[in-house]
């Protein structure tokens, strides 16, 4: 009896993985593609304002892909997203991501990963254009949606 219990759930979930492969949802579709098309592509946790104004935030999440980026590049231009890859905004990497270490009774722990973006765009509107208020109001729904940071416009 066990072992036909066991049986009916395995046929059961290779069923079920076998349709949601063949006709995933679309937002599933769309995150797939920037995972697949994206050579830039950063998961966001939390940020911290470097300007007063909101236009230049300290971002610290995961780096899952990187470019090869040399020295004397400019800033890499970012589309900002949310967790079903709709576009919320756009902006600048202006430092790289890094990986910092903190030595803590020693042992080592590793910090999360950052750079620097400068906001240029959010919700189709130009930063730079708004009034103080209208910046607050994006910006607090940029904190709730922001997912994935990538190099890529879907």
Not at 35 to 48: G, I, T
Not at 68 to 97: F, T
Not at 110 to 136: H, N, P, V, W, Y
């Amino acid at each position: 009896m066990f072992n036909k219990i066991k049986a009916f759930r395995e046929r059961t979930r290779e069923a079920y993985n076998k349709e949601y492969m063949d006709r995933p949802e679309g937002w599933k579709q769309k995150v797939m593609d920037l995972h697949d098309r994206s050579v830039f592509l950063f998961y966001y946790e939390d940020c911290e304002a470097e300007k007063e104004d909101g236009s230049r935030l300290m971002i610290r999440g995961e780096l899952a892909k990187a470019p090869e980026k040399g020295p004397g590049e400019g800033p890499l231009p970012l589309c900002l997203y949310d967790g079903q890859a709709r576009l919320i905004g756009e902006g600048l990497m202006l430092s790289d991501p890094y990986e910092k270490e903190e030595k803590r009774r020693a042992f080592l722990r590793l910090r999360k990963q950052g750079f620097l973006l400068e906001i240029t765009r959010l919700r189709g509107r130009d930063f730079s254009a708004m009034s103080r208020k209208e910046k607050d109001k994006r910006l607090m729904d940029f904190f709730r949606e922001i997912s994935l940071i990538s190099d890529i416009r879907l």
